[in-house]
């Protein structure tokens, strides 16, 4: 089962940010949060991922809560080619298994 | 690098009839896992392998189902025989040093089993 919860849909206005949030309550100390997307009719990609501290590479952010209980993924300026399931993933570095929950349905619209 | 490479993309075949679905992960790589996709059960994780060895296949459905990985450049998942509740999308992935590292995934196959 997945360690995550994410609301089913969101909308986004282009040009603005989108925060997409994730509550993973049962977190252990050794686990990370992933962040993954797919957009229609592909393969899911990487965005990100972080432990305890906030991280922020060419794609998006990663805001996670001092009690690491939740997470934010921020997309500063969202496009059109945004639009995609985001799925927020928690794992340690020695399980195996990348279990994806249903994820967020993010909707940018111009 | 083309990135990971899956063959064929689309195939539609009869129940009973066997299907091979091929990948090539991407050069360097030296894990490989075999992932399903349908709408009622989201994306699911069947096999992982790394060094060209299986470690976790509890994610096989059945018997029917069958992964080999002969060489670091290529694998192959089976199905036989295939039943029309196989149909779904198959994604193959590779990543660097296990399943902690990302994860780049194929384009996907999408099977039709009739």
């Known amino acids: 089962d997945a360690k995550t919860t994410q609301p089913p849909s969101m909308d986004c206005a282009e040009g603005r940010a989108a925060n997409l949030p994730c509550n993973h309550s049962?977190?252990?100390?050794?686990?990370?949060v992933y962040w993954y997307r797919q957009i229609h009719s592909q393969g899911p990609q990487y965005i990100i991922h972080g432990l305890k501290n906030n991280e922020t590479n060419e794609m998006a952010s990663l805001i996670i809560t001092e009690d690491r209980k939740s997470s934010t993924l921020i997309l500063p300026h969202a496009t059109l080619r945004d639009t995609a399931v985001y799925y927020c993933i928690v794992r340690d570095n020695y399980g195996q298994n990348f279990v994806f929950g249903p994820g967020t349905r993010l909707s940018v619209l111009p | 690098d083309a990135g990971v490479i899956q063959s064929p993309r689309h195939e539609v075949t009869e129940m009973g009839q066997e299907v091979t679905l091929r990948c090539k992960p991407i050069s360097g790589h030296n894990s490989l896992f075999w992932y399903r996709q349908t709408m009622m059960r989201g994306l699911e994780l069947l096999i992982y392998f790394n060094n060209n060895v299986p470690i976790d296949d509890s994610g096989m459905p059945e018997d029917r189902f069958s992964a080999k990985m002969p060489n670091a450049s290529f694998s192959t998942l089976k199905i036989q025989p295939s039943e029309p509740r196989d149909s779904a999308v198959y994604f193959c992935?590779?990543?660097?040093?296990?399943?902690?590292?990302?994860?780049?995934f194929g384009p996907g196959t999408r099977l039709t089993v009739l």
């Open positions: 992935a590779s990543s660097l040093r296990g399943a902690a590292n990302e994860q780049f």
């Open positions: 049962t977190i252990s100390g050794n686990e990370y």
